[in-house]
DNA sequence: AATTCGGGGGC
DNA sequence: GCCCCAGAATT
């Protein structure tokens, strides 16, 4: 059964290799590692203009690793999941200055490295060097848990761990790249997360999901979402088109992005409400007493929370300092920086 | 072991 | 609205 399954991917892959990546037949660690670090979590359509932005930037990982940090906040900006962006500078700088600016070509090398896990290592390391480790991620255990019919939770550590065995266990060895790509392929191509395509799928006679009508109930996620509210006031004084930005620091979403002076509250508040919050008064000075004109509010969803937030522009002080923590910015400094979506949405008018 | 980290796209 | 995406780090 598991001889059938590898040969089933690999005959497929044969076929139906037209699946067009930017990485794809590349040889280079330092391409391969960004992609994949660009592609955790991310569709490969969404991650593809920010690579091909990446490598005309930094060609080498020497470059990446000389880069200002805020440059390449900047470049990564709208991706999501910064601490990705933060591990991946503090890995090219790893590379840069402990390896000579060679890439590790090792299994264990390469899963030192920050942001490198058990998914990204394994690609890498089949990838670049044909090292035989399977890769895991969402693709591979679909595929897995319908074709050998398992309902274990795939979000648990039994789940992880009976499936990376398996995943191993099916492995060719000498194949482990071309394997490894041709797995994921065929999990985004035919056994999809939604309507697969069993009909056409070479796999289905010996399918335990499908055989059993079970291809909509596995894989099992054990875990539900839970999303909390969230409301942010921003707070813009009239200062002609300096602005007052910080960069978020704080055990929180959109670390080592910036953002204007703001009021957070667990639920909505009215204008008046807010004008008399001690926050504000802290934030906008003595000579802002008046919110002079408000955006509509704007959400933003994320994973486990959703952003509801107005820009107010608040007045009649025009000249007043930063608040404490803050500092000023011209426009063409603000074109430097990086900020989450809402406020870059808010920029552009 | 559970939680948290964005943003986009499909249905 | 809900789920998923070439997952990893932190708590």
Not at 18 to 43: A, C, G, H, N, V
Not at 139 to 164: C, E, H, M, S, W
Not at 167 to 194: H, R, W
């Amino acid at each position: 059964m598991k001889q059938f399954f590898t040969a089933g991917i690999l005959a497929w892959n044969e076929l139906h290799n037209d699946r067009s990546m930017p990485w794809k037949k590349e040889k280079d660690p330092y391409r391969i590692w960004l992609s994949e670090i660009i592609l955790q979590q991310t569709r490969v359509e969404q991650g593809r203009p920010y690579y091909e932005r990446f490598i005309a930037a930094y060609p080498a990982i020497t470059d990446l690793a000389a880069a200002p940090d805020e440059e390449v906040f900047r470049l990564w900006q709208g991706l999501g999941y910064y601490a990705r962006c933060k591990n991946m500078l503090a890995a090219a700088r790893t590379v840069a200055q402990q390896h000579q600016g060679r890439f590790p070509d090792t299994y264990e090398g390469i899963t030192a490295l920050k942001g490198v896990g058990a998914y990204t290592a394994a690609a890498i390391a089949s990838f670049a060097y044909n090292l035989p480790h399977a890769v895991l991620d969402g693709n591979v255990y679909r595929v897995l848990a319908r074709f050998f019919g398992i309902d274990t939770p795939t979000d648990t550590t039994a789940g992880k761990k009976l499936f990376t065995q398996l995943a191993q266990d099916v492995l060719p060895g000498q194949q482990a790249g071309t394997y490894n790509q041709a797995i994921m392929d065929f999990g985004a191509v035919v056994c999809k997360p939604q309507t697969p395509l069993c009909k056409s799928c070479r796999l289905s006679s010996q399918c335990e999901a499908f055989q059993k009508g079970l291809t909509d109930l596995v894989p099992v996620k054990s875990k539900k979402l839970r999303i909390k509210k969230r409301y942010f006031y921003y707070l813009l004084s009239g200062n002609g088109s300096l602005r007052y930005v910080r960069k978020r620091t704080g055990k929180d979403i959109w670390q080592n992005l910036h953002e204007f002076p703001m009021i957070e509250t667990p639920a909505p508040v009215t204008d008046a409400e807010l004008l008399s919050l001690p926050a504000f008064r802290a934030l906008a000075g003595p000579g802002n007493i008046r919110i002079e004109s408000a955006s509509p509010e704007k959400k933003q969803q994320l994973t486990h929370q959703t952003i509801h937030a107005r820009f107010l522009r608040i007045g009649p002080e025009t000249e007043v300092l930063p608040p404490e923590g803050f500092r000023a910015v011209s426009a063409a400094e603000l074109d430097r920086l990086a900020f989450p979506k809402i406020i870059v949405d808010f920029l552009k008018g």
